[in-house]
């Protein structure tokens, strides 16, 4: 049997979650059925380094999306891909665009792994991408139950071609990495203090809702009398607004922007608590990762994503989203648990995690990979 070559398409490999999901999935392929080609745009990503070897790797001479259709066509022929992957709305387009250009038998397999719409012109602009989805795309992946019925509602595709993956998660490469990673020279102090250590991860921008954190966590220092330090990891565009809030809130000492970290999990590692608060999260893969590494979570009842992945609050401590006092007062719940409490916690949430083993998920993937291809042999037969 002919390996079934699939083409991967994003971007670039950057620090979001979109691109550690595709580099779980190549990297964790069953080679002896499927060949990973993956294609992004002219930019240096940071997890490019920890792309595996053996896949074919290729950048595209442009940095404009819209200048990608012939050039991903061009490879789409020359390597005679099977099936053509992508994910997120934009990508998904010209990924449809370039299978059509390259006037190829590939099979088109999209992604969906965002919780969008909501007003006219957003849930227009939804139907738009519905359309081309119904008309070219073989089969649909949504991140989430709560992500698939926007997809049947917003985008108007039948729930047939929809299929549920959760975001796979290496958690070998996690456990290793908590392990035997170290920090920052610099940031060593921060984590030895004898306080309890809070931390967060995420881009910094407004979805992520850092404000309400900043804000709980004010209070936890100063109505809970709670001795703690609060970590943010990550980058982004709201750093300063950020920075100007914690010191209005007069935390500004207690409260450390150590930015993007190539490992944070060491960092989790070295807290207490890992605090989402986030007003949507499609999956929340950063929650199964803090899970993996065993640190209690807090995390806002964000839908779709952090609902399904704590399953309701079973598998760590769900906040209202935009409550600064609700939030704080789980904080203090968790850090104020007993030993006893704490290990059964870490316990549970270690066992949720292993449900989304990157293994796993990509044997789901696999699966969808196999069906369409087949039906796409027999198609090209019939």
Known sequence: MNKIRILFFIYQMGAGGAARTILNIVNNLDRD??????????YEGSYEHNVKKDVTFIKLNTKRLRSAIFPLAKVIRREKI?????TIPNYNTIAILAKLFSRSGANIIVREAA?????????????LYGL?????????????NGVKDNIVQRYKVKKDNITVIYNPVDTE??????????IEPDHEAILQKEE???VTAGRLVKDKDHDTLLKAFAQLVKDYQQECRLVILGEGERKQELLKLAEELQIKEQVHFLGFQ????IYFKKSDLFVLSSIREGFGHVLAEALTVGIPVVSTNCRPGAIEVLDGGKYGVLCQVGNPSDMAEKMHQVLTLSDEERITMIEKGKERAMDFQAKTIVRQYETVFAEVAER???????
């Open 33 to 42: 059925k499927f060949t990973p080609v993956l294609v992004t745009l002219n």
């Open 173 to 182: 490469s996690i456990e290793h990495s908590a392990a035997a990673g170290s």
């Open 132 to 144: 081309l989805y119904r008309l070219f795309a073989d089969r649909v992946i949504a991140l989430s």
């Open 82 to 86: 099977d099936i053509v992957f992508s």
């Open 196 to 198: 309890k250590i809070i």
């Open 115 to 127: 919780l969008l719409g909501g007003n006219f012109k957003a849930d227009a602009k939804l139907r």
């Open 262 to 265: 190539k490992n944070p999990y």
């Open 376 to 382: 796409g042999i027999r198609r090209g037969r019939g």
